[in-house]
């Protein structure tokens, strides 16, 4: 992947923890009917003409995200977009991993968790990520890239 940036100019990931992978099939209610599979394809549609290289992982193993956020750091990944799932409100292990990390994260929930149950609004890997969307459904994904990738233009932050 590290090549396909390159050629591209900027690779970000976007990655998703337990149960992620079942979108639209997974209680459609709360976190929409649009398949994972289709949230990628419409990502990929919007950010490869901008010269951004996309890079997808999901798992429902916390370490093998742990595993996947370091090895992407080492190959030089400019940022991430993460939906950890159940693991924000249990994860020390991923907190820590996420504080470790050299590229800025930017936490992603479809729904709003801070309107369902008292404990999601709890969260541990936030304040080890650089900004959280949450609420906007498959938008959240690409609101977090948009601003990774102008925290990689000049001037260094995300601009309004």
């Known amino acids: 992947m590290a090549e396909a940036a390159a050629a591209v100019g900027l690779w970000l990931a976007v990655v998703n923890g337990p149960n992620l992978g079942r979108l639209g099939r997974r209680e459609p209610g709360i976190y929409g009917t649009e398949s994972w599979e289709a949230i990628q394809a419409r990502l990929e549609r919007w950010w490869r003409p901008r010269g951004v290289a996309l890079e997808f992982f999901q798992s429902n193993h916390e370490g093998r995200l742990v595993d996947y956020l370091e090895a ?20 020390y292990v991923l907190a820590d991993c996420l504080r470790a990390l050299p590229m800025p ?14 404990f999601r609004a709890r969260s541990l890997t936030a304040p080890a990520a650089w900004g959280q969307v949450s609420g906007l459904g498959w938008l959240g994904y690409h609101l977090a890239l948009e601003a990774l990738w102008r925290r990689q233009r000049p001037g260094g932050e995300a601009e309004a």
Do not use: W
Request: proline share 3%.
């Open 105 to 118: 994260v930017v936490e992603v929930h479809l729904s709003n968790i801070f309107a369902r149950e008292d």
């Open 72 to 91: 992407a750091a080492d190959r030089g990944c400019g940022g991430v977009a993460l939906n950890p799932g159940a693991l924000t409100h249990q994860s």
